[in-house]
T-cell receptor, first 112, second 112 residues
Framework: NAGVTQTPKFRILKIGQSMTLQCAQD?????MYWYRQDPGMGLKLIYY???????DKGEVPNGYNVSRSTTEDFPLRLELAAPSQTSVYFC???????????FGPGTRLLVL | DQQVKQNSPSLSVQEGRISILNCDYT??????FLWYKKYPAEGPTFLIS?????DKNEDGRFTVFLNKSAKHLSLHIVPSQPGDSAVYFC???????????FGTGTSLTVIP
């Protein structure tokens, strides 16, 4: 099992550009999550999904979009990158009822 | 509004001694609490958890204590080892929801 994988590991974007952060899991987990971690801060939930075709907003959804067409994949879309979106992004998955999340290694995004 | 707080950004402990990491929460609906450990350039990994029906849970060198009346939990590591040096995040969830709320983390350094 590869667990939770994220691509890319690092990316530099210009203001106004768009990109998709990829996340995939091979554990057949129902739940998937996107978090961002800013320096000195905890993880803030952006979006989450309880299954294919179902997504919901977290604490900080503005400026992001998600989709969940399959159980395995949960991409995060940034449409118009802003400097405030400079952060480290973590994807996580969880089996329903387990209460334990498995995290990917993160994507570091720099918006200039 | 930070619902889970870790007021100590850092902690240094001698190898072999006890490490105590603290976490406070404000939402009385939280009924499940977790500790995650994070090394640099990696995603968080699950360490230990506790349900609100318990006040203590042990796993080897790690023990989590929950004081519901004070809305406080703590993680004890005994004995501390240099490999325990990492950032520790406290997280909480409510039975009624699918979201997890994370603290800002405590960076533990175990000095050989």
């Amino acid at each position: 099992n590869a667990g939770v994988t994220q691509t890319p590991k690092f990316r530099i974007l210009k203001i106004g550009q768009s990109m998709t952060l990829q996340c995939a899991q091979d554990m057949n987990h129902n739940y998937m999550y996107w978090y961002r971690q800013d320096p000195g801060m905890g993880l803030k939930l952006i979006y989450y999904s309880v299954g294919a075709g179902i997504t919901d907003k977290g604490e900080v959804p503005n400026g992001y979009n998600v989709s969940r067409s399959t159980t395995e994949d949960f991409p995060l879309r940034l449409e118009l990158a802003a400097p405030s979106q400079t952060s480290v992004y973590f994807c996580a998955s969880m089996l329903a009822g387990s209460e334990t999340q498995y995290f990917g290694p993160g994507t570091r995004l720099l918006v200039l | 509004d930070q619902q889970v707080k870790q007021n100590s950004p850092s902690l240094s402990v001698q190898e072999g001694r006890i490490s105590i990491l603290n976490c406070d929460y404000t939402n009385s609906m939280f009924d499940y609490f977790l500790w995650y450990k994070k090394y640099p350039a990696e995603g968080p990994t699950f360490l230990i958890s506790i349900s609100s029906i318990k006040d203590k849970n042990e796993d080897g060198r790690f023990t989590v204590f929950l004081n519901k009346s004070a809305k406080h939990l703590s993680l004890h590591i005994v004995p501390s080892q240099p490999g325990d040096s990492a950032v520790y995040f406290c997280a909480a969830s409510a039975y009624t929801g699918n979201q997890f709320y994370f603290g800002t983390g405590t960076s533990l350094t175990v000095i050989p």
